[in-house]
């Protein structure tokens, strides 16, 4: 199918997708540090580039976008009808990234934790979870 943007467009359009500082993750952070944790982001020296890393406490939290790294929710299970064959290369490609990263962050002694997009508006469920890895 042909792209009804031109090249400038289509990159203009691509940078400004974010990679970082998501509203979910954002929520996270908060919820980290109001529980008095200090943290360290996207460490470049780890696997994943990490979300949020405690290196005192040897953990890791990946916050993941449900679509992009394929989550079981309703927001996971949505297929782009243009182009499937690249989307759902590029999201297997990914889950596998992602599995080798958390299987070398493992073995390197970290502790990962991955919380999916959709878990953020249920904060108190979500205050749970990271209360109970993080405690």
Avoid at 75 to 82: I, R
Avoid at 95 to 123: P, S, Y
Wanted: proline share 4%; net charge positive; charged share 30%.
């Amino acid at each position: 199918m042909v792209d009804v943007h031109t090249k400038e467009q289509r990159s203009f359009n691509m940078s400004r997708i974010r990679g970082g500082d998501t509203k979910p993750e954002m929520i996270v952070r908060s919820l980290v540090h109001s529980m008095g944790f200090r943290y360290r982001l996207h460490r470049k020296d780890l696997p994943g580039k990490p979300d949020i890393v405690l290196p005192r406490h040897k953990k890791i939290i990946f916050v993941h976008g449900c679509f992009w790294h394929s989550h079981n929710c309703k927001y996971g299970k949505v297929f782009p009808k243009t182009n499937s064959d690249f989307w759902e290369n590029k999201r297997s490609e990914t889950v596998l990234r992602d599995a080798r990263n958390i299987k070398a962050l493992r073995a390197g002694g970290w502790e990962v934790l991955v919380v999916w997009g959709c878990e953020v508006c249920c904060l108190e469920e979500l205050r749970g979870v990271v209360e109970g890895f993080l405690g």
